[in-house]
């Protein structure tokens, strides 16, 4: 067993979550056939908050938090999450808003160092996952002690956590974000960089119909049954 964050001493640890404003019409689309525009920008809240929840307790730990957003200003992102520290995601593709994010976080390192001398650790998630637990998190800051890349490999072949010591451009660039070999092209370019990899367990997330069998899913519709999106409760429970 890995020890808890504050035992790995001397290394300044940030978590990024990337995410984007609830938008309706704006943010699972792909979910808006079964849940109504309402409906899945509602799950989205719900997705991101429960993101936060398991976030929280590695502030008790000196791990900073940082919601990198995009859909809205900052002043409606404070209104709904209050006051935290927010930066806005820059323009590109996933991968070079991820790359930019590492970069802005992360020191440059010219030379490749030895795996836990740069002192410094992030860890990007999405809010894709509900299975995403501290225990992951904590996991992840751990393993970077002693490993160059962590990732969190997602069921639909993506991932939903991504850690780093140093930037690795390589990393994501000529990556086919949102396909089913985004995780295993991420690790064969790993792999023929060198790295030291450390895989966590395999999680589902919630991004297309399919996905809406799952229990957290399942458990927030019954809650929401009797809502605006009534409807896409319906449609819900319709789904195979």
């Not at 509602?42 to 957003?69: D, G, I, Y």
Request: aromatic share 6%; proline share 8%.
């Amino acid at each position: 067993m890995r020890p808890p964050i504050s035992i790995v001493r001397g290394m300044q640890s940030t978590l990024l979550v990337f995410m984007r404003y609830p938008q309706p019409g704006m943010t699972k689309t792909r979910l808006i056939p079964a849940l109504g525009a309402t409906g899945a920008a509602q799950l989205s809240r719900c997705l991101v908050e429960q993101t936060l929840a398991q976030a929280a307790p590695l502030q008790q730990q000196a791990v900073s938090v940082e919601l990198w957003f995009t859909g809205a200003s900052q002043a409606q992102m404070q209104a709904w999450l209050g006051d935290r520290v927010y930066r806005s995601q820059p323009d590109g593709d996933l991968g070079d808003r991820m790359a930019a994010a590492f970069a802005a976080t992360l020191p440059v390192v010219t030379d490749a160092p030895s795996v836990g001398v740069c002192g410094q650790r992030a860890v990007l998630i999405g809010t894709d996952c509900p299975d995403l637990t501290t225990a992951h998190l904590v996991n992840a800051f751990a393993a970077l002690a002693d490993h160059d890349l962590v990732l969190g490999p997602a069921q639909d072949g993506g991932y939903y956590l991504i850690g780093l010591q140093r930037p690795i451009p390589a990393l994501f660039t000529n990556i086919p974000w949102g396909t089913a070999t985004v995780a295993q092209q991420t690790l064969s370019i790993a792999a023929q960089l060198g790295l030291v990899v450390h895989c966590l367990p395999v999680l589902g997330d919630i991004d297309r119909p399919a996905d809406l069998a799952h229990p957290f899913v399942q458990t927030w519709a019954t809650a929401k049954g009797q809502g605006p999106w009534r409807e896409g409760h319906r449609n819900l429970h319709r789904l195979p």
